[in-house]
């Protein structure tokens, strides 16, 4: 298992680079997108954790789905990365943290409306 501290700190890196190039929102967008498939798709999951499978054919498999959905090269290269060094198991919880921190740079606060009735 992934620390905390190492998913926290893949995604300050990541949003380090997204608000310095103003595009922290998008990269947050489309690394969700990535997440989204990678949960919905047991096999490529499993595929991309398996460190049975050559780094090279697991990195070639996000630069492939990467290219279909249409993902900037700064996330395709930080998806690079996590494959590389074995943290893409982690990549829900990052995106949840990168999310947070990513509101808390701009200011923003998270809240959920509880009411008496169905709205």
């Known amino acids: 298992?992934?620390?905390?501290?190492?998913?926290?700190?893949?995604?300050?890196?990541?949003?380090?680079?997204?608000?310095?190039e103003g595009k922290a929102e998008q990269?947050?967008?489309?690394?969700?997108?990535f997440n989204n498939f990678f949960q919905a798709e047991e096999k490529l999951r499993l595929a991309l954790i398996n460190p049975a499978?050559?780094?090279k054919q697991r990195t070639s498999?996000?630069?492939?789905?990467?290219k279909r959905?249409?993902?900037s090269e700064v996330i395709v290269n930080f998806l690079r990365i996590l494959v590389e060094k074995n943290r893409v198991k982690a990549l829900p919880r990052l995106l949840q943290v990168y999310?947070?921190?990513l509101d808390e740079a701009l200011g923003r606060a998270r809240a959920v409306l509880y009411t008496p009735?169905?709205?």
């Open 27 to 33: 990269y947050g967008e489309e690394l969700s997108l």
């Open 53 to 55: 499978i050559h780094p």
């Open 61 to 66: 498999i996000v630069e492939e789905i990467a």
């Open 1 to 20: 298992m992934i620390s905390s501290q190492t998913v926290r700190r893949y995604a300050k890196a990541l949003l380090k680079i997204g608000l310095e």
């Open 117 to 119: 009735f169905d709205l």
């Open 99 to 101: 999310r947070d921190l």
């Open 69 to 71: 959905l249409g993902l």
